[in-house]
């Protein structure tokens, strides 16, 4: 295991940093959509006449970046799986649309790992560091497959913020959050169960063939 993981670092740590311009500007760019998430949301509490509430702006703002950030992930992913050399050489150019996708997603949990500092969230925090340097190993050549399958995974975040945002609404409970709630666990077993073990199945038989 250990091996596994110097060999994966030693080629997805470099090349995530000849990317950084990539990595940083999205962080940056994560960081004005959060900023504008929290002026909608001031604006929404105002209009619906709620107390102002700065946890429920943080929320607000915090739950459009991760779902602008799903719906980019797993639209761009989706078009580029299965398209490229599978998994296993230097054949992959570097700036590939591929890479863009996870040098987007670098600068996503950079930005969340800054947010979650912000809040004093040690799991959140825990949770953005692991995620960042998941991207950052994925980004070795014949690890970029597995990289882009693992953000399908993202395609329940909408369907989780969705169920949030009916809370928000005072829609609990309702009937299109329930719906929402069949939908979510169809598409939670159908991409993190089923989609998620053949992928990570892939992953180490690319290892085993690789002698890696």
Request: glycine share 6%; net charge positive.
């Amino acid at each position: 295991m250990i091996d596994l993981m110097d060999s994966i670092w030693g080629n997805g740590a470099p090349r995530a940093k000849q990317r950084w311009e990539t990595v940083f500007g999205a962080a940056i760019g994560w960081q004005v959509l959060y900023l504008v998430g929290r002026l909608s949301a001031r604006k929404w509490l105002k209009l619906t006449e709620k107390p102002q509430d700065k946890i429920t702006e943080r929320d607000w703002g915090s739950k459009i970046v991760s779902i602008c950030h799903a719906c980019l992930a797993v639209s761009m992913a989706t078009s580029l799986i299965g398209k490229l050399p599978k998994n296993n050489t230097a054949e992959i150019d570097w700036t590939s649309k591929a890479v863009d996708v996870l040098s987007i997603t670098m600068g996503y949990y950079l930005w969340e790992t800054y947010n979650s500092f912000q809040l004093g969230d040690s799991l959140l925090i825990l949770r953005s560091v692991a995620g960042f340097l998941v991207f950052v190993v994925g980004s070795a050549p014949f690890a970029i497959q597995s990289a882009l399958a693992f953000l399908i995974q993202e395609l329940t975040t909408p369907f989780l913020v969705f169920h949030w945002l009916c809370n928000q609404m005072e829609m609990k409970e309702s009937g299109i959050q329930l719906i929402n709630a069949f939908l979510l666990v169809l598409v939670f077993f159908r991409v993190r169960i089923v989609f998620g073990i053949s992928s990570s199945y892939e992953f180490f038989e690319c290892r085993r063939s690789l002698q890696i």
